[in-house]
T-cell receptor
Framework: DTEVTQTPKHLVMGMTNKKSLKCEQH?????MYWYKQKAKKPPELMFV???????INESVPSRFSPECPNSSLLNLHLHALQPEDSALYLC???????????????FGPGTRLTVL | GQNIDQPTEMTATEGAIVQINCTYQ??????LFWYQQHAGEAPTFLSY????GLEEKGRFSSFLSRSKGYSYLLLKELQMKDSASYLC?????????????FGTGTKLQVIP
């Protein structure tokens, strides 16, 4: 089973709203990732959690706030977003932390976010 | 930092073979991945290479030359459903830590 699930599939929010994206995996993976992907561009790394601790923050604006409640769950809290934040937000997980040799990342289906 | 280069678009005929190249520059190289991404969907893992040579997996093969900073993905017996973007991703050191960086992807169109 290599399934990563994400909810919601689509989200439309205003610039003053607060919303959360959720990601779940039951593969026993210990590393989880958030990526942002704009149209016709590659995924861009935002955050990495390794063993439930934030290990990488790619200088992401504070209006994006990640949270890892346990080893299976990853949230991304959104507040005061801008229209340019509209994108596909992808969650991924891998067996080991990014320093390991076999950390193939498996992606969820993504949340299509539109900020009005 | 990391630099990954792959062609933007390619077109190939159903039933044929196509090779998608990827060149990269990175420090602390620790593996190269190929992913397939259909429009509007998430990337799906195809292959992983860390040692020089060819890895074969059904209709898909991936080759790596670490000394040349070069990889290719070979797709045989092309099917219409293979129309997608193919992302080359490299794991190496950037900003003081190991991470995976994705190339811009090669959009493959398979025509009848």
């Amino acid at each position: 089973d290599t399934e990563v699930t994400q909810t919601p599939k689509h989200l439309v929010m205003g610039m003053t709203n607060k919303k959360s994206l959720k990601c779940e995996q039951h593969m026993g993976h210990r590393a989880m990732y958030w990526y942002k992907q704009k149209a016709k561009k590659p995924p861009e790394l935002m955050f990495v959690y390794s063993y439930e601790k934030l290990s990488i923050n790619e200088s992401v604006p504070s209006r994006f706030s990640p949270e890892c409640p346990n080893s299976s769950l990853l949230n991304l809290h959104l507040h005061a977003l801008q229209p340019e934040d509209s994108a596909l937000y992808l969650c991924a997980s891998s067996q080991e932390d990014p320093g390991g040799a076999t950390d193939t990342q498996y992606f969820g289906p993504g949340t299509r976010l539109t900020v009005l | 930092g990391q630099n990954i280069d792959q062609p933007t678009e390619m077109t190939a005929t159903e039933g044929a073979i196509v090779q998608i190249n990827c060149t990269y520059q990175t420090s602390g190289f620790n593996g190269l991945f190929w992913y397939q991404q259909h429009a509007g969907e998430a990337p799906t893992f195809l292959s992983y290479n860390v040692l020089d040579g060819l890895e074969e997996k059904g209709r898909f093969s991936s080759f790596l030359s670490r000394s040349k900073g070069y990889s290719y993905l070979l797709l045989k017996e092309l099917q219409m459903k293979d129309s997608a973007s193919y992302l080359c991703a490299v794991k190496g050191y950037s900003g003081g830590y190991q991470k995976v960086t994705f190339g811009t992807g090669t959009k493959l169109q398979v025509i009848p």
